[in-house]
T-cell receptor
Framework: DAEITQSPRHKITETGRQVTLACHQT?????MFWYRQDLGHGLRLIHY???????NKGEVSDGYSVSRSNTEDLPLTLESAASSQTSVYFC???????????????FGPGTRLLVL | AQKITQTQPGMFVQEKEAVTLDCTYD???????LFWYKQPSSGEMIFLIY??????QNATEGRYSLNFQKARKSANLVISASQLGDSAMYFC????????????FGAGTRLTVKP
């Protein structure tokens, strides 16, 4: 069955370190997204991609970067981790071919990141 | 400005009763879509139901229905015959017509079903 996976599921790091969170989907979806979830804010969009070599900034992109070298993967990098980036990170994907508003995003299981 | 507002941080409902979770939205687009997701304690996000701005009928999916009041810009989720497994966080989200890959989420409502 097609799926979307994230790794690691839990990560503890120190401030100033570079951290990369992996996202892999086997849906063959064009669109991929990274969100962070914080109490009281719901999910906020960090970066997204409409296809290979395409990346775009979302609502809260400062301090994060992504690259899309193939259809299946969109790794999220925290260049220099800060305590404010302690959060739960969700990756999502959607088909991206229909252009329909109805198009559903499918979410990965999430990664809990703690920056000390 | 907040695009999606969920005013109920927490709700309680007795098992087998119906419950309504509120969601209001803000958009100037005529074409938009509204979504509800469920997040159980295990953390995954599960898509529940969708309502398009041009849909004439309120969406229904099993025990879930969406009370869509376009003039009031509200899209409340109604869960009928609540079950213990319905205890979870519920998020309302919107996708607008001119940026139709960008979804905005509300802060969520934590529903607890009491036996």
């Amino acid at each position: 069955d097609a799926e979307i996976t994230q790794s690691p599921r839990h990560k503890i790091t120190e401030t100033g370190r570079q951290v990369t969170l992996a996202c892999h989907q086997t849906w063959n979806h064009n669109n991929m997204f990274w969100y962070r979830q914080d109490l009281g804010h719901g999910l906020r969009l960090i970066h997204y991609s409409y296809g290979v070599q395409d990346t775009n900034k979302g609502e809260v992109s400062d301090g994060y970067s992504v690259s899309r070298s193939n259809t299946e993967d969109l790794p999220l990098t925290l260049e220099s981790a800060a305590s404010s980036q302690t959060s739960v990170y969700f990756c999502a994907s959607s088909d991206g071919t229909s252009g329909s508003l109805r198009e559903t995003q499918y979410f990965g299981p999430g990664t809990r990141l703690l920056v000390l | 400005a907040q695009k999606i507002t969920q005013t109920q941080p927490g709700m309680f409902v007795q098992e087998k009763e119906a419950v309504t979770l509120d969601c209001t939205y803000d958009t100037s687009d005529q074409s938009y879509g509204l979504f509800w997701y469920k997040q159980p304690s295990s953390g995954e996000m599960i898509f529940l139901i969708y309502q398009g701005s041009y849909d004439e009928q309120n969406a229904t999916e099993g025990r879930y229905s969406l009370n869509f009041q376009k003039a009031r810009k509200s899209a409340n989720l109604v869960i009928s015959a609540s079950q213990l497994g319905d205890s979870a966080m519920y998020f309302c989200a919107m996708r607008e017509g001119d940026n139709n890959n960008d979804m905005r989420f509300g802060a969520g409502t934590r529903l607890t079903v009491k036996p």
